[in-house]
């Protein structure tokens, strides 16, 4: 019976970035992915004549040519080669107004609106235009960028060791990271002296994490703005797909297995830890160590199942909430960016500016959120000539569709879709609906039926104060149920995103690679 060093459940960004770094240190390498595809979340599809990226708005962490980011060098340790492409802006919000907003104006769109903040990379650039639109607020966003710098250090610091002491590590050297670390953003920024308004601007990335301004951790939220100010977010040219076949190359260069196809039905115990997996349902395949992509509630509802769950883990998973869920409607359109009237890559679209009322509304599809992005933006030809793409993205919490009967669904989902484009359209005076070729629509349970996620999060676990970064990271060795089985992806330490799930799939690895190596492997 051939037994692996190391079975990887999963090829998401976690998955395969622990699967390369374990192939590369030499070890005999299994990565078993449900699709026939890697990547999850990082894919494309294609419908007509359009090949569409399924997720990725913004990645953080590429950095520029002089000065290689976080992620972009994670690539070139792996040897995987990318065609990067970096943005030259952060993003626009715009806030049509509300009846009797005595601040409103008409922008450049014909629009009333209550806010319009177009906003650019750069520390400096995006405090003067921040103080621009909201006199008195430069001073507190370069005091935010300040100390974003110091904790964007800290950050580093803390993923740094390939154990569990990276926090220990930092800890003398920034002293002030506990004490930031118990303030929300919110407190954060009134700490700061930031005006209001200026604040709800600065907050605008809440949703990429899913957390508000009132729950989020100040300390990460500034590590999450100084990534995408500092030098803008990147993004590969060939949509994410690309990111993931050149790690799945990877794996194979060096010697890993890879199967496609292949979905863990099941983890076999033995002596109260895992020995092995079941692959679609009936093939049994042994290993010492696992790392595993799949979401944890999955895994103790099905793979393991509660009956062989430390206790511990069945609490922890119940303590948590759920993340974000997300509804994206992908769009090929007949029109140019120029026809169709687009101006911007990224524009976030609400009824209010502020984060928590923003998630307040969130708790259903009411038309309150959307994020429109037009890739041919960042990457021109990425669609036929005469022809552009948009994706159009909103944010939910729990079973935002609990009250939907199965026979509504299709009527459902359009009736959404309907309403997000309508929104746009209004927020932007453009038209899109007469010139729409293409169109898919992902709700929750089309993320949940790829992702195998509760909810269809692509988020893991909620970023709340008590659960964010810091406890997380503090209690890692605790999350981890079995010492030859640890988890990787959005669930683990810094929750969600491209660059977060890579590092966490690399920091299994090194944890599996120094667990084997002790063994004399
Ligand atoms: C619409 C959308 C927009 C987003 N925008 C951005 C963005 O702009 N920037 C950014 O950084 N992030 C963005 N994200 C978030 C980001 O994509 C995710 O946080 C990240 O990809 C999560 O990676 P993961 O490692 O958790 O793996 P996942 O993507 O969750 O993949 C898990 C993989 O495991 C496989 N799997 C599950 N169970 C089994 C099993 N039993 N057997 C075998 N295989 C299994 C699944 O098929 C899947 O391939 C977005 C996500 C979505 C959906």
Redesign the pocket.
């Known amino acids: 019976m051939k037994q692996y060093d190391v079975i990887v ?8 970035t622990a699967a390369a770094n374990c192939a590369k240190a030499g070890l005999s390498t299994l990565l ?4 026939n595809i ?5 894919s494309s599809f294609v419908r007509g004549r359009f090949e569409f990226e ?7 962490g590429v950095g520029k040519e002089d000065e290689v980011g976080s992620v972009s060098n994670m690539f070139h340790k792996l040897g995987a080669k990318i065609n990067w492409i970096t943005e030259n802006s952060t993003f626009r919000l715009v806030v049509p107004a509300k009846d009797g907003d005595k601040d409103a104006f008409i922008n450049d769109d014909g629009v009333l609106v209550s806010v319009d903040a177009r906003m650019p990379v750069g520390f400096e650039n995006f405090a003067k235009k921040l103080d621009e639109i909201v006199p008195g607020s430069y001073e507190p966003a370069m005091k935010a960028f300040g100390l974003s710098t110091r904790m964007y250090e800290a950050f580093d610091a803390l993923g740094e060791g390939d154990d569990f002491s990276g926090i220990f590590k930092a800890l003398p050297y920034f002293p002030d990271l506990m004490r930031m670390t118990t303030h929300t953003l919110n407190e954060g920024l009134d700490a700061l002296g930031m005006p209001k308004k200026a604040q709800d601007i600065f907050s605008t990335y809440w949703s ?1 994490m899913g957390v508000p301004g009132a729950q989020f951790d100040f300390l990460y939220y500034l590590t999450v703005m100084h990534s995408y100010v500092m030098n803008g ?1 990147g993004m590969p040219k060939y949509r ?1 797909h690309e990111l993931s076949l050149s790690i799945d190359k990877v794996i194979r260069d060096n010697g890993g297995e890879i199967w496609y196809n ?4 099941s983890v076999i115990m033995k002596d109260g830890k895992p020995a092995g997996v079941v692959v679609n349902g009936d093939k049994e395949i042994y290993a010492k160590q696992f790392i595993c ?3 944890p509630d ?1 895994v103790w509802s ?2 393991i199942g509660k009956k062989d769950a430390p206790e511990k883990q069945l609490r922890m998973s119940n303590a948590r909430k759920t993340a974000a869920s ?1 509804t ?1 409607v992908y769009l090929g359109m007949n029109k140019t960016k120029e026809e169709l009237g687009i101006k911007d890559y990224s524009v976030f679209i609400a009824n209010s500016a502020n984060s928590d009322e923003q998630f307040a509304g969130s708790q259903n599809y009411d038309g309150n959120y959307c994020i429109i992005n037009c890739l041919n933006h960042v990457i021109p030809d990425c669609t036929p000539p005469g022809t552009s793409m948009l ?1 159009l ?1 909103t944010i939910t919490f729990d079973d935002v569709m609990k009250d939907v009967r199965p026979q509504d669904y299709k009527k459902y989902k359009n009736k959404v879709a309907k309403l997000m484009i309508e929104q746009c359209e209004k927020a932007l005076n453009i038209k899109i609906q007469p010139y729409i070729e293409e169109i898919e629509i ?1 709700l929750p349970p089309t ?1 949940s039926r ?4 509760p909810y ?1 999060t ?3 676990y909620r970023l709340e104060m008590w659960d964010s970064m810091i406890p997380r990271t503090i209690q890692f060795a605790q999350d981890q149920p079995y010492d030859n089985f640890i988890f ?4 683990q330490e810094r ?8 590092h ?2 690399e920091k299994a690895a090194n944890i599996v690679i120094k667990s084997l190596s002790k063994e004399g492997k």
């Open positions: 459940i999963g090829a998401g960004n976690g998955g395969l078993l992915e449900r699709h890697p990547g999850g979340s990082a399924p997720s990725l708005h913004e990645l953080s990429y977010a994410s292949s979905e863990v039905t992509n799949a979401s999955f099905d793979l997300l994206t994706f993205t992902a993320f790829y992702l195998n996620t269809g692509p988020y893991g990787c992806g959005a669930s929750g969600d995103g491209y660059g977060c799930a890579y966490s799939g």
